[in-house]
């Protein structure tokens, strides 16, 4: 297998690194007159509204990608549990209520418990990740994360030997959630997975926020998984369950489709859907004027990842 | 009369032209969404099928109505689909692709829903030139059977709908509801004529066996007039 990785970004794509820094300090500044200047906003301040400013960058962060308007990735979202529809899901998604939220960690580890989710942000250190986004849908975008790494959380429970892979749910709330309680097409709650490499793997984060700011509820709130070498379906919203295990978990889409929606759901332009090709994306944001961009392997993260899966057939492993 | 028909037919073809103005508006006001190009791409595809669908609306409607004169504005309603269908090609081809043939090439053959687009649009551009009465009348009775393609064209096109969709299914199927009434109606109006064209058939069996059967029915219609 022939990993090419080294496509160069468009100079197009990026965004002169001045301008950029200027944007974002602009937007910051006017958010914190917005949040200084009431004394209502004030108040939210410390509940909803807080802003995470001049976080670190995580390692793998890319700062020359021009992340995507918040506009749209506040407002293009796969969020079935409420709605089939990209757009309403931003309304519906609003009466999930997600403080306080606790998160049970459990399976194959030494030490399994259920935690606070602000007790578990206070062990993390949070950092900005600028990554790509491609969903299997061949649509794309770039969000700048708040999270910690996924694998430093897993290491404090202590995981055995024996956890090879690692299973995560979704919350199961079917009265505020339309199509659990008519239990629509999916079998809920949703259930994703990774193997035990791929989940300590430094790129792989647990995320709390975007733009600087809380995560909005449509987007995955409070809590949600980024792997951004694999589809948009792996990235698992509102978890509320993490278990180690022997055994490679059974996931929502794997199972609802097994031919068209592999349990690795690697990005890879070569391996195409069954239904459609994955060679190319739309990047959202991009204007009516761009052409798609050519999707790379990996999303291009293969200098990072693609050890990962050597000796792997990328075509059966899909 | 023919000023009333008049009036009608410019009212026609304004109405055809709504659902583009319609969609400049929104594109020009940026009320497309979150993913601009699949939204115009999409709805152009939709008012496609959707006029396909009208053209194939009109002979049935026809036969219920008894009125004659919608069979002249078939021929724009076509012409129409064939105009929608050719935009939602055109944005494939340049907007979203910007027409990066090794891209564009890559997509085609790795993406079966698109097959069964280009069989729906191959057929819709054929009707489309020999929508004419000049074509019509040089091809004679082959015109009637090559414009029989049309249900072809709508059965692909429902396909290439469905074959790209990941989740919700609502609005296919509601789609698919519609072509299967009216192709179903041509069903039963062709079920009907054969079975009045066996009655007519000379040859002793057939007319003996019709006439067997003919009695069956009759005997059971009495039946139920008696009760």
């Known amino acids: 297998m022939i990993i090419k990785t080294k496509q160069a970004i468009l100079a197009s794509e990026i965004t002169d690194p001045l301008i950029f820094k200027e944007r974002r300090k602009i937007i910051k500044a006017m958010m914190a007159t917005l949040v200084a200047g009431t004394g209502i906003a004030s108040s939210l301040a410390d509940t909803d509204n807080s802003i995470w400013s001049g976080l670190p960058k995580g390692e793998f962060s890319n700062d020359s990608l021009m992340p995507t308007p918040a506009e749209i990735v506040k407002n293009y979202t796969n969020y079935y549990e409420f709605t089939f529809n990209k757009k309403d899901a931003t309304k519906l998604a609003q009466s999930l209520p997600t403080d306080p939220w606790s998160v049970e960690i459990s399976g194959e580890v030494e030490t399994p418990g259920n935690y606070y989710l602000e007790d578990i942000l206070r062990q993390q250190t949070l950092q900005e990740y600028i990554y790509r986004f491609r969903c299997v849908e061949a649509w794309s975008m770039v969000v700048p994360w708040v999270g910690f790494s996924l694998g430093s959380l897993l290491k404090k429970a202590k995981p055995l030997s024996t956890a090879?892979?690692?299973?995560?749910?979704?919350?199961?709330?079917?009265?505020?959630?339309?199509?659990?309680?008519?239990?629509?097409?999916?079998?809920?709650?949703?259930?994703?997975?990774?193997?035990?490499?791929?989940?300590?793997?430094?790129?792989?984060?647990?995320?709390?926020?975007?733009?600087?700011?809380?995560?909005?509820?449509?987007?995955?709130?409070?809590?949600?998984?980024?792997?951004?070498?694999?589809?948009?379906?792996?990235?698992?919203?509102?978890?509320?369950?993490?278990?180690?295990?022997?055994?490679?978990?059974?996931?929502?889409?794997?199972?609802?489709?097994?031919?068209?929606?592999?349990?690795?759901?690697?990005?890879?332009?070569?391996?195409?859907?069954?239904?459609?090709?994955?060679?190319?994306?739309?990047?959202?944001?991009?204007?009516?004027?761009?052409?798609?961009?050519?999707?790379?392997?990996?999303?291009?993260?293969?200098e990072q990842v693609a050890s990962l899966y050597n000796n792997m057939d990328l075509r059966h492993f899909f | 009369m023919l000023s009333r028909l008049n009036t009608l037919w410019s009212w026609v073809i304004i109405a055809g032209l709504l659902p583009l103005l319609w969609l400049i508006i929104n594109t020009a006001f940026d009320n497309l969404g979150g993913n601009p190009i699949q939204a115009l791409h999409i709805r152009l595809g939709d008012w496609s099928l959707r006029f396909l669908y009208l053209t194939l609306a009109i002979t049935p409607l026809q036969k219920v109505t008894q009125w004659r004169g919608m069979a002249d504005y078939r021929q724009m309603l076509g012409l129409y689909a064939f105009f929608y269908a050719t935009l939602h090609l055109l944005v494939y081809l340049l907007v979203d692709h910007g027409l990066m043939w090794r891209v564009i090439g890559i997509d085609i053959v790795e993406s079966s829903y698109i097959w069964f687009g280009i069989l729906a649009y191959s057929i819709v551009f054929g009707l489309a030139l020999t929508s004419s009465k000049w074509a019509k009348k040089r091809m004679g009775k082959n015109w009637k059977k090559f414009h029989r393609f049309i249900y072809i064209a709508a059965i692909a096109a429902i396909i290439h709908y469905f074959w790209q969709l990941k989740g919700n299914l609502a609005e296919p199927l509601f789609y698919s509801l519609i072509i299967f009434l009216l192709l179903g109606f041509r069903v039963l109006v062709w079920l009907k004529n054969r079975k009045f064209s066996q009655l007519m058939i000379p040859g002793s069996q057939k007319v003996l066996l019709a006439a067997e059967k003919k009695a069956v029915v009759s005997s059971k219609s009495n039946k139920l007039n008696v009760k």
Do not use: C
């Open chain 1, 164 to 302: 090879n892979f690692v299973k995560f749910t979704s919350v199961y709330r079917p009265e505020v959630m339309p199509n659990q309680l008519n239990k629509k097409m999916l079998d809920w709650p949703y259930v994703e997975g990774l193997r035990m490499d791929e989940a300590m793997h430094p790129l792989t984060i647990l995320a709390v926020g975007m733009y600087g700011d809380t995560m909005p509820k449509q987007n995955g709130a409070p809590l949600r998984l980024v792997v951004p070498w694999k589809y948009g379906f792996k990235n698992i919203k509102a978890i509320v369950k993490i278990e180690l295990l022997k055994r490679p978990p059974t996931t929502t889409w794997n199972k609802f489709a097994p031919l068209e929606y592999g349990f690795y759901a690697n990005i890879n332009p070569a391996v195409a859907h069954p239904r459609w090709s994955q060679s190319s994306e739309r990047q959202l944001g991009s204007g009516l004027f761009t052409p798609r961009r050519e999707t790379e392997i990996f999303n291009g993260y293969g």
